[in-house]
């Protein structure tokens, strides 16, 4: 299962993994405003939270930390 919140605590999308080879896929709202979001991820083994920054320049970019 994946969360993601922006800086508020306010819950933007949850889905539920979508994952191949070490490569997880989350699709995030078109109008999703630049800035900082973090990434609620858990799963059978795995509990962890990741932090994104989103920039857009012509197109979504995200970094995670």
Same mark, same amino acid.
């Given at each position: 299962?994946?969360? /993601? ?14 994952? @191949?080879?070490? $490569?997880?896929?989350?699709? +995030?709202?078109?109008?999703?405003? $630049?800035? /900082?979001?973090? /990434? @609620? #991820?858990?799963?059978?083994? +795995?509990? $962890?939270?990741?932090? #994104?920054? #989103? $920039? ?5 970019? #995200?970094?995670?930390?």
């Amino acid at each position: 299962n994946i969360q /993601v919140y922006d800086m508020m605590g306010r819950m933007i999308k949850t889905n539920m993994s979508n994952h @191949d080879n070490n $490569t997880l896929k989350i699709d +995030l709202p078109n109008n999703i405003a $630049t800035g /900082v979001y973090y /990434v @609620d #991820i858990q799963g059978i083994e +795995l509990k $962890t939270t990741k932090k #994104i920054i #989103i $920039t857009k320049i012509n197109q979504l970019k #995200i970094k995670i930390y």
